[in-house]
């Protein structure tokens, strides 16, 4: 079995009957969408936040019950994926473009467990592609703000395309030579005007599940 689909499938044993589950994005949580569509099927009750257009379609051929904010403002359980994971648990996300979406999802659940290969440990994120999300309008001007705090940003492109997400926004793949303190680039990138999100996920995981060729290896 592959490292993504244990993590996967392994997150899936934390979800309870009646339960409000956020559902993230991504290859691993793949593995656990198809777990959590096999209990239903056999009779577990509850009600999934997707987290991207590409997570709703699946769910949606999974048969999984499906609600929204309006009805369910506060959500019990998340499963998501990362592209890099701190020994703090300070997250990257935003590989597949999804990390607004994901962030509202996993600030509003309770306990948010993440999904991972082994490839995702980092032991720091100098260097790291850190997505960030970004309205199209004067994007360009957005970017030199970013480049200003010292980051060196790539418009996200889709072969000849740029990249859309499903907020209709753009993504600078961004990396710092010195991230230093997650939360405060976090911060200072927050307040720049025409930045709408960053993949920077400071004190959001609770459990990080990393999949192994030895078995799971939990970390909380
Ligand atoms: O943040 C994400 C999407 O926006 C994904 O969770 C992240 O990119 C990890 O993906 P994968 O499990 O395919 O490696």
Redesign the pocket.
Known sequence: MNQ?QIAGERAVEFIEDGMVVGL??????YFSLLALGERVKAGLQIQGIPTSEATTKLAKQLQIPLTDFAAQPVLDITI????AVLPDLSLI???????LR?KLVASASKKMIVV?DESKQVATFDHAVIPIEVVPFAWETTAERIRQLGGRTHLRCQGEQVFVTDNHNFILDTTFAEVGDVAALQQSLKLLTGVVET?LFPNLADMVIIGTTDGVHILS
């Open positions: 993504k993230g994005t991504g290859s691993t949580v998501d994926g990362a592209d996300k935003g590989g597949g473009g999804a990390l994901e991972a993949g």
